[in-house]
């Protein structure tokens, strides 16, 4: 749970997935933001396993265009779903550190293989929740909700040989603000949960998430995090690869997170799409490692 005392960070430095180049970075810079030291000064035990190895654009087929960089995704994916289930077993709390967010393929496998019902909250201004079919782009980090929920190509859905990872039921999304027509229309068809800026904005922060707890903590072992840095509007996290205007706070995020620790839930998180090319000054890891404190606990007394 988020009051767990052993913490184990790994790096996944993917940027397969998508189709702007620096992604892969962000684990290095969010390491850069003080991050062992921040986490640390909560009377935490941290624990650094490095970076999960994932081959280079440069090296490998980018394959089909409806699917780009399947297999090295996949093959990736399989290695930090494998960690991450070792993390668990050892009664750890395993941070994943993105790259991009298709990096939540291997995440969810690994923690579902543990924690055979697990809930999801997704904060994202995307929905992710493309397939091949559906996606404009073919960019896989557009997908991996999808993946989860065990709709998509096989190669992705059934990694580690089961699926779904997650339930639509206990699945919910924060800060939504830019779905594709597929992804609208697989919402409205499973039945998921979204809490888009609408929502927020008219109902507060406090209200959404404790409704988004409820969710995804009613009848599950724990719950796993996935935040998309670009959740945030883009004037706190300029370094991200698709940035919507319109985003949430660097405060109702805080307090977010603030909640999900209160909740004592949380068994797993993952911090994606900080991109250092295009980010100011590493604002956006800063901002990440700032938003990590909060899940851990830190509060202004």
């Known amino acids: 749970m988020t009051n767990a005392k052993q913490i184990s960070i790994i790096g996944m430095p993917m940027d397969l997935g998508q189709g702007r180049r620096g992604v892969d970075m962000g684990p290095s810079a969010i390491r ?102 559906t996606s404009p782009s073919g960019n896989i980090h557009g997908m991996p909700l999808a993946a989860s929920l065990g709709i998509g190509h096989s190669r992705l859905v059934n990694l580690l040989n089961f699926a779904p990872k997650v339930k639509p039921e206990n699945t919910v999304l924060v800060g939504v603000r830019s779905l594709d027509p597929g992804e609208r229309e697989l919402i409205r068809q499973l039945g998921i949960h979204v809490f888009s800026m609408h929502e927020i904005d008219r109902r507060g922060m406090a209200t959404v998430m404790e409704e988004a707890i409820n969710i995804a903590t009613n009848g599950t072992d724990g719950v796993h995090l996935s935040l998309d840095l670009d959740a945030l509007d883009p004037i706190y996290c300029p370094g991200v ?5 319109g985003g949430v706070t660097f405060r109702e995020t805080h307090l977010a997170l603030e909640m999900l620790a209160e909740s004592d839930s949380v068994v797993s998180a993952e911090f994606v799409e900080v991109n250092p090319i295009l980010d100011r000054e590493n604002r956006t890891a800063e901002v990440a490692v700032s938003l990590i404190s909060s899940l851990f606990g830190k509060k202004i007394l």
Do not use: C, M
């Open 32 to 133: 850069y933001a003080s991050l062992k030291k921040l986490i640390e000064e909560l009377a935490l035990e941290v624990e650094d396993l490095g970076n999960i190895d994932v081959a280079e654009a440069e090296s490998v087929s980018i394959g089909q265009d409806h699917l780009k960089y399947l297999e090295p995704v996949a093959e990736a994916s399989e290695k930090l779903a494998n960690t991450v289930a070792e993390t668990l077993k050892r009664k750890r709390f395993p941070l994943i550190l993105g790259g991009d967010h298709s990096i939540a393929i291997g995440t969810l496998a690994g923690v579902a293989s543990i924690y055979q019902n697990i809930g999801l909250i997704w904060y994202d201004a995307h929905g992710d929740l493309n397939t091949s079919d």
């Open 241 to 245: 690869g698709t940035p919507v205007p």
